[in-house]
T-cell receptor, first 117, second 116 residues
Framework: EAGVTQFPSHSVIEKGQTVTLRCDPI?????LYWYRRVMGKEIKFLLH????????ESGMPNNRFLAERTGGTYSTLKVQPAELEDSGVYFC???????????????FGPGTRLLVL | AQKITQTQPGMFVQEKEAVTLDCTYD???????LFWYKQPSSGEMIFLIY??????QNATEGRYSLNFQKARKSANLVISASQLGDSAMYFC?????????????FGTGTSLTVIP
C-alpha cells in the first residue's frame, strides 16, 4: 500500500513568489492534515480536512496560506506571496476516520522542504 | 504552555545498548493518546508506537517500548539493542480526545546517534 506522498520534495523560491505544495494521502483516508516545522522548533499543526471540508484551520498562520482538498482526495497548500519566515518543512499526514474511542494514528509524508530567499 | 516537552536535543548510544528518550506532556484531558515517530535523514516520519491514556500496560512494538508513567505525565521511549539504523530524529506527540480537533502536538525532537 502506498504511503502519503508529497510534491515537491524541495522548493527554493524568492520572497514574494508563489509556491504550491501537494499532498496525496493514503487511499481511503478521509482525514488529511498539514503541519509545519520551522528550523529547530516543534512540528506545528496548520489545518485538518475531513474529506473535502476544512475541519480545523486554527493553525494557519495568516491569509497568505490557502489549503484546498478538491474531491476529498489530494490536497494543495499554496503560499502567496511567500515570506522569509515561511521557510521550513511542510508535512502532510493522513488517517482513517476512527470508528471507536481509540485514537487513530496519523501517517506522515516525507515533507516538502521550502526555502524562501 | 508547551504540551509536549523533549528535553534531550541530542543523545548518543553505543550499538547494542538500550537508550531512553524522554518525553513529558501536559494535558487536563483525561483521555489522550501518545505517539512516537522516527525521522531518519531521508526525511519521512515513521510511526513507531502508540499509548492510550487508559491502557493498563506499557505499549511495546518489537525493540520499542513506551515507559508510560501517568502520574508523572511522562511517556519515555525505550529502544533496546540499538542498531546503527536507529540513528535519527525522534518526535513525541500527543492528541487529546476531547479537543474538538484531531491535531497532534509535537515536541522539538531528540536526535539519536548510535555509535558503532
Amino acid at each position: 500500500e502506498a504511503g502519503v506522498t508529497q510534491f515537491p520534495s524541495h522548493s527554493v523560491i524568492e520572497k514574494g513568489q508563489t509556491v504550491t505544495l501537494r499532498c496525496d494521502p493514503i487511499s481511503g483516508h478521509d482525514n488529511l492534515y498539514w503541519y509545519r516545522r520551522v528550523m529547530g522548533k516543534e512540528i506545528k499543526f496548520l489545518l485538518h480536512f475531513v474529506k473535502e471540508s476544512k475541519q480545523d484551520e486554527s493553525g494557519m498562520p495568516n491569509n497568505r496560506f490557502l489549503a484546498e482538498r478538491t474531491g476529498g482526495t489530494y490536497s494543495t497548500l499554496k503560499v502567496q506571496p511567500a515570506e522569509l519566515e515561511d521557510s521550513g518543512v511542510y508535512f502532510c499526514a493522513s488517517s482513517p476516520l476512527a470508528g471507536g474511542p481509540k485514537l487513530e494514528t496519523q501517517y506522515f509524508g516525507p515533507g516538502t522542504r521550502l526555502l524562501v530567499l | 504552555a508547551q504540551k509536549i516537552t523533549q528535553t534531550q536535543p541530542g543523545m548518543f548510544v553505543q550499538e547494542k545498548e538500550a537508550v531512553t528518550l524522554d518525553c513529558t506532556y501536559d494535558t487536563s484531558d483525561p483521555s489522550y493518546g501518545l505517539f512516537w515517530y522516527k525521522q531518519p535523514s531521508s526525511g519521512e516520519m515513521i510511526f513507531l508506537i502508540y499509548q492510550g491514556s487508559y491502557d493498563q500496560q506499557n505499549a511495546t512494538e518489537g525493540r520499542y517500548s513506551l515507559n508510560f508513567q501517568k502520574a508523572r505525565k511522562s511517556a519515555n521511549l525505550v529502544i533496546s539493542a540499538s542498531q546503527l539504523g536507529d540513528s535519527a530524529m525522534y518526535f513525541c506527540a500527543m492528541r487529546e480526545v476531547s479537543h474538538t480537533g484531531n491535531q497532534f502536538y509535537f515536541g522539538t525532537g531528540t536526535s539519536l546517534t548510535v555509535i558503532p
